[in-house]
Structures are given as C-alpha cells and as structure tokens.
C-alpha cells in the first residue's frame, strides 16, 4: 500500500497544494492536519469582521468543512503535529499512533510575535491573527472599550487602526521606526499615509519603543473620559508608557509587530532551517520528499535570489500550488505524467512574465548566471520566486507597492466613480502622465487617470490584479496602459 501524502497545516498555501495535488492527476489519499479546529480562512479579512464590513463567514474564502469531502482529504482538525521525522518519512502526532508519508507539505504559517515588554499580556493584548483573535476583539470593542494602542505600523497595525477608528475607538499607534509602514513604502508615500491616519483621528508615536504597561485600577484610570468607572468596559484600563518618554491610557493594545513562522514540528538536526523552513525553486527542502510552502517557507526571493520568507496571501497560494504539482509527481516517479488534461497554466506562467517586467525596470535584477526558470525532469514546476507585492486600502486610500521600501511604492486618493486619482504619492508617483507634481514624489490634479496610476509601477498585474491570478485581461491594468 502506498503511504498518504501529509499536509502539515489548514491555510492558503495548503488548500492550493490539495487543489493541484487532484488537479494534477494525484488519486492517492490525502491527509491534513490542522492545529485549530476551523476551516482555512484569510487572516487579512479579520479586521474587517471586527469592524463589523463583512460577516464571520466571509473570512473563509474557501468555503467550509465541504471543501475537504470535495477534495477528497481525510482532514484532523485541532490535531497537532508533534514531530515530523523527514528522514523515515513519518508525522507524529500527540494523539495518535504515528503516520507515515510518501511526500509531506509542511505549512503551518506563522505566529504573531509578542515583543518582550513588562506588562504586555492579559485579556486586553490582542494580535490579528487567527478567528480566535478576532472573535476576543470584536467582543472586546463591542463592549466598551473606548481608546486602543495600536502597537506596529505595518499593514496589520494600519488596517487594526482603521477599524478601530470606525467602531468609535480612540486610536494611538505607535513604532519604533520613523514612518508607517517601514517595510514597504518610500519616504514620500509614507508621510502622504501618516497625514491621512492624522485626519482620521489617529495620534502616531513614531519613533519609540514600548517600555511597560500596566493595569490602572477603576479611580486611576482616564481612558474611559474621567475618574469614574466606564459602564461596559471590559476591564480596568491600562497605562502604556514608551521608551521616549510619557505614556497613555488605554482600555486595550492591539499587537502588530510581526509573525514568526511555526516551526515547532520540524526537526532541525534533519532539515535545513534558517528563520523558517528553506527551500528550493521547486518548494523542497533539503530532504527529499519534503516540502513546505506560505510563510514558514523561506522560499527563494524573485529580486535577490535568496531564501526570504515573503508573507503574503497571494505567494502563499502560488507556492502551494507549485508543491502540490511537484509532490503528485515524485509520488507519481515521473513528472512528465503530472499535469492533467485541462487543469489550466503552470502556476508559475503569470509570474515569470511579471517577473520580466519588474526586471525590465529594474525592480529585479537581471537572471544571474548559471540560473534556470525551468523545472526538473522529475520536479516539474519551479517557483519563480517570492516578490514583495502589496496593495491594501485604509482611511480612503490605496496603497500599493512592489519590491519593498526600495521599490516602487505608490498611494493614492482616488475617486472611483469617476475613474481619477486626486492626489498621488511614493517614488511612482513622478511617473504619471497628467497632473502637475507638488512635491517630488507627489502628483496633484482631477484628472489623473486611474490607469495611469495602475501603469506607474509597471507590474500592475502584480500591484493592482494579483499576481497568483495570472495577467489580467483588463486592458486598463496593462503594461503600457
């Protein structure tokens, strides 16, 4: 009897790998294991559902438990995995005898990192993570909080912000780094995005660190609008004090400082690991018959070429997909044999066409020597490689950028119904056709289309369509547009 292929984790990266897994001709039995008991869902939408835009359901962009009987997978939710043991090829549970496997995705995700700050823990600390962390705050906000530090001005922190802001909350933000969003927008988009949190109402504490919180009993606390007790708040307020001086009252802190990847099952006397899982252009590690995809794999980068971890929705999707072809073939022996009739492109088509794009502008570097785009005899598709790709929308703008803070990042103030951009900024920006520039970095005008801001970053099949859906067949998001 052939051994299952296991699937280490319940997200993006391992529903994609099921999909290609059957979409490639693999009529083997499946096994996934979950350590939480809901289906895969989207942690990018949980603010939404804190905010009250969207209801529960909408967070799970794959349906519900249906999609493991359409699948055909035996899933084990809230079954953790101890260990897997790579080189005999078997997963160890904590419940159960141990399984062994023919080929095994590791994709557990990542974990949010708490910074190791006197004070910040308790019932009212609270990251974005899970739908567990969403359920905590959305009952929390409802009822009664009325002030939140938001610690993080990442892509998280600014969409914790904004919705906290619409459900009423006063809102510091705080980061130990000098701008918003440090890990993905120019110095001119960042400052156009601090101007416009400060409008909405946020109070930014830039450049500092958290230095303790602590718990304020009922008479000390101002939070709440006075001395006397808050009706409906959740708790006592806390009291945050940072490293550059002076503090404030809060009734809850919202985390946002970053994700660890979960590497707790693997074992790294057996598997190359640095900060998660390392692998290859085909998503194998360094074991033969494992692979991890999402963001416990630290995958090779589209613009350096070096193992990064890039943890976004749309990387994670493309990778599970390329593992999932690649294990239907090395259980299958022969990777000619892999790709079903009719089961669409590679996953890698789109992106390896974004790719010459983004490198016919300089966002990536020319293909080093002795490189190859093509995939194995054996292993038959090969990942092109991770790109930082960003685009969010918060406080009435959209933000979007491609290759990091050293790329090419654009935010901009748009009127949708009449297809124009009042106002643009970020190191694209100076790329726009109409509109007069009132800064360097910055594009002004009521007639700025919408196109040509899609244009501006040159890959805006990655930056404004999603680059794990392939080219768009909207002309007004075409290179050149």
Partial sequence: MIAPIVIVGNGAAAVHACMALRE?????????????????????????????????????????RELYDTLGVRARPAVTVARVDALARIVETADGPPVAYSQCLIATGASPVIPPVAGLSGPTVFTLRTMDDADRLRAAVEGGARRALVLGASMVGLKAAEMLRERGLGVVLADVAPQVLPLAADAAAARFVQARMVEAGVHLRLGTGLAGVELLTPSEGTAGGGAAPRPGA??????????????????????????????????????????????????????????????????????????????????????GRTAGRNMAAAAAGDGRRCRAAGSGPAPGHATAACAAAARSVGVVGPTRSGETETASPLLPEAYPGSLACNITHAFGMTFASVGGPTGRSLVTDCDAAAGVVRHAAGRAACRLKDGGGSAPGEATGTQIPMTSAAATLRVPQLAWAGFCEGLTDNPDLREGA
């Fill in 24 to 64: 490639s001709g693999y009529g083997g039995q499946i096994r996934l294991y979950s350590d939480h008991a809901e289906p895969p869902y989207n942690p990018m939408l949980t603010s939404y559902y804190v905010a009250g835009r969207i209801g529960r359901a909408e967070c799970f962009p794959f349906g519900g």
């Fill in 234 to 319: 959740p708790t006592p307020p806390l009291r945050a004090r940072f490293t550059s001086g002076g503090s404030v009252e809060v009734d809850l802190i919202v985390v946002a400082t970053g994700v660890r990847p979960n590497l707790e099952a693997v074992d790294r006397g057996q598997v190359d690991c640095d900060i998660g899982v390392i692998v290859d252009q085909h998503l194998q590690a360094s074991v033969p018959g494992l692979f991890a995809a999402g963001d416990v794999a630290q995958a090779p980068s589209l613009v350096s070429g070096r193992p990064e971890i890039v943890g976004l929705w749309a990387n994670a999707c493309l990778q």
